[in-house]
Nanobody, 129 residues
Framework: QVQLVESGGGLVPPGGSLTLSCAAS????????IGWFRQVPGPGKGREGV??????????HYTGSVKGRFTISSDIAKNTVYLQMNSLKSEGTGVYYC????????????????????WGQGTQVTVSS
């Protein structure tokens, strides 16, 4: 049974930092693309890909608004993917989901997908003073 369990969310002031973790079981990171997707509050707001990683080759992708501030990484031994978020802004508020798809897709295209094989339950990030 595949499980993705996110942790590390919380309340942080603007300019602060958080590190999210996605612990995977039932899959091996070497054979999956993993991404962090954000659901922001408000009507008509969809889920957007924030950052994605193909651990087998070390390829990463970031959406433009987080480049230079967020860092995605993976620990194969722990089967865990991390998202280090620095210089957080209020628009970073939302529920962050970890998702996985088997294979080695184009990482940018993977990050733009809305339908993936597996999703975690999400972790809330609130950026507010």
């Amino acid at each position: 049974q595949v499980q993705l369990v996110e942790s590390g969310g919380g309340l942080v002031p603007p300019g602060g930092s958080l590190t999210l973790s996605c612990a995977a079981s039932g899959i091996t990171l070497d054979y999956y693309a993993i991404g962090w997707f954000r659901q922001v509050p408000g009507p008509g707001k969809g889920r957007e890909g924030v950052s994605c990683i193909l651990s087998s080759v070390g390829e990463t992708h970031y959406t433009g608004s987080v480049k230079g501030r967020f860092t995605i990484s993976s620990d194969i031994a722990k089967n865990t993917v991390y998202l280090q978020m620095n210089s957080l802004k209020s628009e970073g508020t939302g529920v962050y989901y970890c998702a996985a798809m088997r294979g080695s897709p184009n990482i940018e295209a993977f990050c733009a997908r809305t339908e993936l094989d597996y999703w975690g339950q999400g972790t809330q990030v609130t950026v507010s003073s």
